[in-house]
Antibody, heavy 125, light 107 residues
Framework: EVQLVESGGGLVQPGRSLRLSCTAS????????MGWFRQAPGKGLEWIGF??????????EYAASVKGRFTISKDDSKSIAFLQMNSLKTEDTAVYYC????????????????WGQGTLVTVSS | EIVMTQSPGTLSVSPGEGATLSCRAS??????LAWYQQKPGQAPRLVIY???TRATGIPARFSGSGSGTEFTLTISSLQPEDFAVYYC?????????FGGGTKVEIK
């Protein structure tokens, strides 16, 4: 059974950093690209970033709202994806989800078949 | 950036009735569209990808159609577990973008 479990959320002050983890199980993590999304309280879904598999150089894509502040990485040996969030702003307050791209290839853009349960990040002084 | 617009914002439907949800893209996205279902307090669940292909485990009462800029998600006979918010997402261009969602509520 595919499972994605996010951790690392919590309360953080504006300007500080936080690193989220996404621990995967039930599939060969190294073969898949992963995405990160967020959902502010009572709002819709927002894509924030994507990392390709090692076969495609673990290259990344970011939304403009987080580019230069957030960094996605992955450790295939531990089946974990990371979201490093720096210079946090109050508007970054949201539930953060990690997701799996099921396609297994690098052509085009992804959709996502499995989502973690999410972890809440609250940015407030 | 491709803007995705969903309508209506809220759809009130009686159990057993059908529902039609719309999603429009600001430019052509060919068939690169996914639909997700989200229930309160839960993560989104993939329903449709490639505009018309049901994801694993999705009942046949869910169907997707459309290409280019106009897309539709149809639920043929709403079951109690189908009442939720539905989002469309384009996967044709970066950045990936979502519609604002359609809430399907019990009438």
């Amino acid at each position: 059974e595919v499972q994605l479990v996010e951790s690392g959320g919590g309360l953080v002050q504006p300007g500080r950093s936080l690193r989220l983890s996404c621990t995967a199980s039930g599939f060969n993590f190294g073969d898949y690209a992963m995405g990160w999304f967020r959902q502010a309280p009572g709002k819709g879904l927002e894509w924030i970033g994507f990392i390709r598999s090692r076969s495609y150089g673990e290259t990344t894509e970011y939304a403009a709202s987080v580019k230069g502040r957030f960094t996605i990485s992955k450790d295939d040996s531990k089946s974990i994806a990371f979201l490093q969030m720096n210079s946090l702003k109050t508007e970054d307050t949201a539930v953060y989800y990690c997701t799996r791209d099921p396609r297994g290839y690098n052509f085009g853009c992804p959709y996502f078949d499995y989502w973690g349960q999410g972890t809440l990040v609250t940015v407030s002084s | 950036e491709i803007v995705m617009t969903q309508s209506p914002g809220t759809l009130s439907v009686s159990p057993g009735e059908g529902a039609t949800l719309s999603c429009r893209a600001s430019q052509s996205i060919r068939s690169n569209l996914a639909w997700y279902q989200q229930k309160p307090g839960q993560a989104p669940r993939l329903v449709i990808y490639g505009a018309s292909t049901r994801a694993t485990g999705i009942p046949a009462r869910f169907s997707g159609s459309g290409s280019g800029t106009e897309f539709t998600l149809t639920i043929s006979s709403l079951q109690p577990e189908d009442f939720a918010v539905y989002y469309c997402q384009q996967n044709n261009n970066w950045p990936l973008t979502f519609g604002g969602g359609t809430k399907v509520e019990i009438k």
